[in-house]
């Protein structure tokens, strides 16, 4: 009876939860908005260009559609459609602004449908629009994304061609009334002198040159009007840790941090942080293409992360993001899958090692034993010190050299990766590094006899988590053995009992899918992970960690739906560094981290996720 009792109360308490904890409405006022005006735009669009469309069945149907304006002018036509496309994603997102300039634009095609073609039902279908926006106001309340000054010249870049491309169809889209034969060049050149509203050098007859040449001028002062609206609208400063939500994490990894072995990672300066009403519990972020990405579990205390979650879940509705979590625990994809009505699928599983069962004895640590041996015996020797003891010398000769032996142009990770190494912000850090003293008669490198390093960061009081791992491309392979070695012999000295490594993504189905017995679709799946593993390195990453016979924590990738899958993958990407967008698309960071590196072996090479994918 209690149990009974006790599943009502649950399912009372989950229906009076807030709207965000309710998942998403069956219908979304917001999406079937955008989609329609995709369409009118589209159909406007292609009634500005194309003569014949004009006066087709097709566009008799268009001018009466919501929103739709269909002046005499031509040029009326393209400019609302290029409109109406600019504005579809954003009233998608539920973008305030976006409904703003919708509801501004709906009169103009009312008064457009009753002036230029006294069209009652269109005007109608416009007003009918309209009010369904100013019903539905609320559902578009998301702010505005930070502004960046890229976005401008990519506006003006991308929409400028698009306005010539479009131009060069409006030009040629009139032989029998164009004087003559025009040469392509001569036809551009009409574009570009139109698109700054002088008139070019192609003639036409039966006043079609008047259509075209207010077309191509709406078409060059909307690219003009969009791109001064981009890089003069006001500001929102992007996500990032300010010295106050700093000390304010460091306080709660100072009484919480050994729950999680990336919480530590929550200090990278390109986050922002959210924090629970009191204070005791903090979920990092970033901000990727529209993708509210959280690594790792929230910092501090477990009884607070709900509050924490809450305030993330408001945020990212408030600017209409998509909220994702890449890298939690099984504890913290519980919690949030409760506390959010999100689900949950298993990533990969990260290696830890527990220094007290490590040991370089036995059959199955002989090829790490070999390697290592092989190693010293070629005049090889390390230190493992706390940064903070590091020489100032020392330690600016390790950052450069971190800096030189990075392998791309691409600064590389997120959710594992704290960007710096300073002594002074991150001294009880650990480095790791790897010296062989010149030969006779040889000059010394750059960086002395040093010819590898590893940076751990501190995971709570008795652990480390690897974050960089760094060497000379002169240097013996077999470095990264070395110095997980090296650390793992040294850390009872440093007061350290496990070891965080590296995450190996999609772990259990490669194990499984070997296996005697697998099914066939578990071997398909494999197949298709060792493919991949060409570029990604996803199998080598894997069978290097299980050299130093880690035990085998799994972490979850937490989403709203499975249709955000696909957006979330290709923004941790970006996050993590392996897909860069063109420059003038990215944004400007305030601060360029210097992330970790992927591993730099020949079976570590940069695999498509460090840790997290």
Not at 584 to 608: F, I, K, N, Q, T
């Amino acid at each position: 009876m209690s149990d009974r009792l006790d599943g009502e109360k649950s399912e009372k308490v989950a229906w009076s939860a807030p709207r965000w904890l309710r998942g998403p409405r069956p219908t979304s006022v917001p999406g079937l908005v955008g989609t329609a005006v995709v369409v009118v735009g589209l159909l406007n669009l292609a009634s500005g260009i194309f003569p014949r469309f004009r006066h087709s069945r097709v566009h008799a149907v268009a001018e009466v559609l919501p929103g739709a304006v269909s002046p005499l002018a031509a040029s009326a036509s393209l400019v609302v459609g290029i409109l109406l496309l600019l504005l579809a994603h954003g009233l998608k997102r539920r973008k305030r602004r976006a409904w703003v300039a919708a509801v501004a634009l709906l009169p103009v095609g009312i008064a457009a449908q009753l002036v230029y073609r006294h069209s009652v039902f269109g005007a109608v279908l416009s007003l009918g629009l309209l009010g369904f926006l100013i019903r539905y106001r609320r559902e578009f309340a998301a702010l505005p994304d930070p502004r960046s000054r890229w976005r401008a010249v990519a506006n003006l870049v991308v929409l400028g061609g698009v306005s010539f491309g479009i131009g060069m169809v409006i030009v040629s889209s009139h032989p029998h009334r164009t004087v003559g034969s025009p040469s392509f060049g001569t036809r551009a050149e009409h574009v570009l002198w139109g698109l700054f509203g002088f008139e070019g050098p192609v003639v036409y007859t039966g006043g079609v040159d008047y259509t075209v040449g207010y077309s191509l001028g709406a078409l060059g002062l909307l690219t003009v009007a969009t791109t001064a609206y981009l890089a003069f609208r006001p500001e929102r400063p992007a996500a990032r840790l300010t010295d106050e939500d700093e000390q304010r994490l460091r306080e709660l990894l100072a009484r919480h941090g050994g729950r999680d072995s990336l919480g530590y990672f929550a200090l990278r300066r390109d986050k922002g942080a959210v924090f629970s009403p009191s204070g005791k519990a903090a979920v990092c972020y970033r901000v990727v293409s529209g993708v509210m990405l959280a690594s790792g579990d929230p910092i501090g205390d477990v009884e607070a992360w709900p509050g924490a979650i809450e305030r993330f879940m408001e945020e990212a509705r408030a600017h209409s993001w998509t909220p994702a979590v890449t890298g939690c625990s099984e504890t913290g994809g519980q919690v949030w899958t409760r506390e959010t009505g999100m689900d949950a699928l298993e990533l990969g599983d990260e290696a830890i090692v527990d220094v007290a069962d490590f040991s370089l004895s036995g059959r199955a640590m002989r090829n790490v034993r070999q390697m290592v041996k092989r190693i010293e015996r070629n005049g090889y020797t390390t230190r493992v010190r706390r940064v903070r003891d590091l020489e100032p010398e020392e330690l600016a000769r390790v950052q450069k050299a971190a800096d030189a032996w990075r392998d791309t142009d691409t600064e590389r990770g997120f959710s594992m990766a704290l960007g710096r190494i300073d002594a002074e912000a991150d001294g009880d850090a650990v480095i790791a590094t790897a010296h062989q003293a010149p030969a006779e008669g040889e000059e010394p490198g750059p960086f002395g006899d040093l010819k590898a390093m590893q940076h751990f960061v501190p995971w709570g009081r008795d652990g480390i988590s690897l974050e960089l791992m760094r060497r000379d491309r002169s240097a013996d392979p077999g470095m990264n053995e070395l110095l997980i070695v090296a650390a793992l012999q040294a850390a009872p000295e440093l007061r350290i009992k496990q070891v965080s490594l590296n995450f190996a993504v999609f772990r259990s189905s490669l194990e499984r899918g070997e296996k005697l017995g697998a099914g066939p679709v578990l071997r398909v799946w494999r197949g298709t992970l060792v493919f991949l593993s060409r570029w990604y390195q996803i199998e080598s990453l894997y069978k290097f960690n299980d050299k130093f016979r880690p035990r085998w924590e799994p972490r979850f990738v937490v989403f709203r739906n499975s249709r955000d899958i696909p957006r979330i993958g290709l923004a941790t990407l970006q996050a993590e560094g392996y897909l860069e967008l063109p420059r003038v698309l990215r944004r400007r960071r305030a601060a360029e981290p210097r992330p970790c590196e992927h591993l730099e072996e020949s079976v570590l090479a940069a695999g498509a996720l460090e840790k997290v994918a």
